[in-house]
């Protein structure tokens, strides 16, 4: 490892990108995220790959689709009315069976919304990131050195499963700053090699691939669907994430996840001062949803708690894990307001019998 | 050496300067001097010195920031003039945006500054892009053309954020120094913690007033 460095969220992301072969950037800016673009466009041209500031978020997205298509690895971000705009690409990424890369650096919504930060994508990025049937890898970061970890790891199941994997940040992770370590590897831009499928020349000496998302036929269309979701099935059953705390004996079992955990996993810990039997549960996948984690880290528990900066985006995915098993209660703030850990550790207190 | 009427605070990106202009604000009222804190910064959408208001007030400093900062608006706009804060008593720390996009906010306000203010330059050996002492100049000169103004000291405020200790610091010294020497400009500070204020030269105390929301 490197000497450790200081950096924000949104830096450590766009140079994690690179360390991954990302060798094409396409984006637009908006707060909170501009700081990816910024930092790529100073980088990439160092280290042989492209950066494009397009002329919009759709067209930012289209041009991931085709320089995806070519087995380049590729990857774009936005922050939450952007990511909006790029949800038709999206689909069309997916329904390509193509690999990418996308960031969304969540702030308040709906509309234009606000600059700060939020998690009111969850519903978005989880259930419909575009039209029809089909889901992208959706990864949860919590600190500036998950996100790093998170990128390569995301580039790589992309490629595996050949679709669209996001990861889920938010304004909070995004602007803050913290240590960060870069294993020492030298920077290797991704070409197309191991991606039989890929269009990227067939110089005659092969079958021309093709990419695309129309099928004529719609049996053909459903065959491809379907193959689709037995990988899905695969994904959820062998590749969900979360981390648990202290929740072997907790009473109250509180879920939360990114930058939402550390406040609320810092009011847990203050319960526990107080002698209150409270444990937290992180998804670090919220695409597959870590429903055994959950399932498992509630066993014992009277009660959950949901903790979100939305109007409780996650609470449903939670009772299904559980099977309604045992009541689930929310505390949120949502508009760009952060939730201050005296605020959960009140409702932990309420839940808890103690005022 | 005599304190010129404005102290303005610039460098990159994240080197901390936000963190610094308040321990210098509060360092300066502490000792008795009218202090007014200038957030200038019309680059970062959070972590500012604005952030810091009731901090301010509890300790008789004045804050001047834009209108739209903190809030839910993304505008550059400086709707107030430093020209009003020239006869004012006492010291006036300025706060600038990082890297020369945050210093074009100075070029405006060039007239009052001149011949008037002590123009230093965070850095911090930890940040991307400046980790090398050639790279920290460059960002110097660049943030000179854009405030039209020159730099006057350095601040060595090497850190790792919650990971900072003696070490981290003493691992800058020859970095700053090198700079320095490049750049023929005297280091003003060395920003450290009381415990081994005693190991770096021109040491400045400082508290880290910027911190995450489950720090608090």
């Known amino acids: 490892m490197a000497e450790k460095k200081l950096m924000k969220g949104n830096e450590a992301l766009a140079e994690a990108a690179l360390r991954a072969g990302c060798k094409c950037f396409f984006g637009y800016p908006i707060t909170p995220q501009t700081e990816i673009s910024a930092y790529l466009s100073k980088r990439m041209p160092k280290v042989g790959g492209t950066f494009l500031q397009a002329e919009s978020e759709v067209a930012a997205i289209n041009m991931v689709y085709g320089c995806a298509g070519s087995g380049i690895r590729c990857m774009t971000s936005s922050s939450s009315p952007g990511i909006s705009l790029k949800t038709e690409g999206i689909s069309y990424i997916a329904g390509s069976d193509l690999p990418c890369v996308i960031i969304n650096v969540q702030r308040g919504g709906p509309g234009l919304g606000g600059i700060q930060p939020s998690q009111a994508d969850y519903w978005q990025v989880t259930h419909a990131l575009g039209h029809g049937d089909f889901h992208a890898l959706v990864f949860a970061p919590a600190s500036v050195q998950e996100m790093v970890d998170t990128v390569t790891k995301a580039f790589d199941m992309a490629d595996e499963f050949r679709m669209p994997a996001v990861i889920l940040a938010d304004g909070l992770l995004g602007q803050m700053m913290e240590p960060v370590a870069f294993d020492d590897a030298e920077i290797k831009m991704s070409d197309a090699s191991n991606k039989p499928w890929a269009a990227s020349g067939h110089k005659n000496a092969r079958k021309h691939n093709i990419i695309n998302s129309l099928y004529l036929q719609p049996d053909q269309l459903e065959d491809k669907v379907t193959a689709r979701f037995k990988r899905y099935e695969k994904i959820k059953a062998e590749r969900s994430e979360a981390v648990s705390d202290y929740c072997e004996d907790a009473d109250i079992v509180v879920v939360a996840y990114g930058s939402t955990a550390r406040l609320a996993k810092s009011a847990v810990e203050s319960a526990r001062k107080e002698g209150l039997k409270v444990g937290i549960i992180r998804p670090v996948t919220l695409w597959p949803f870590p429903v055994k984690q959950i399932q498992a880290a509630a066993e014992n528990a009277k009660k959950l708690l949901v903790v979100e900066m939305s109007m409780g985006q996650m609470v449903d995915d939670v009772k299904l894990a559980i099977n309604c098993s045992k009541p689930v209660e929310f505390y949120g703030r949502t508009g760009g307001v952060i939730p201050k850990p005296a605020e959960i550790l009140a409702k932990i207190r309420e839940m808890g019998g103690k005022d | ?216």
Not at chain 2, 190 to 213: G, I, L, Q, S
């Open chain 2, 1 to 216: 050496m005599s304190i010129p009427k404005f102290i303005v605070i610039t460098g990159h990106y994240g080197s901390g300067k936000t963190n610094v202009s308040v321990n210098i604000a509060l360092d300066l009222a502490k000792k008795g001097e009218n202090v007014t804190v200038v957030d200038l910064d019309i680059v970062n959408p959070y972590f500012r010195t604005a952030d810091f208001e009731q901090l301010f007030k509890n300790n008789n400093v004045e804050l001047f920031k834009p209108v739209y900062a903190n809030s839910n608006l993304d505008i550059p706009a400086l709707d107030f003039d430093l020209m009003s804060l020239r006869d004012t008593k006492g010291k006036v720390v300025i706060d600038v945006g990082g890297d020369d996009e945050g210093a074009k906010a100075l070029g405006r306000f060039q007239k009052v500054l001149s011949g008037n203010s002590t123009v230093l330059y965070v850095v911090n050996k930890y940040r991307y892009l400046t980790s090398a002492p050639e790279e920290a100049l460059t960002l110097m000169r660049e943030i000179e053309y854009a405030s039209g103004l020159k730099c006057t000291g350095i601040i060595n405020n090497s850190n790792l954020g919650d990971e900072t200790d003696a070490k981290c610091v003493e691992n800058s010294l020859r970095y700053a120094d090198t700079l320095s020497k490049l750049s023929g400009l005297p280091i003003a500070a060395t920003c450290c913690k009381e415990e081994y204020a005693d190991r770096v030269p021109m040491p400045f105390t400082v508290k880290v007033f910027v911190k995450k929301p489950w720090e608090e």
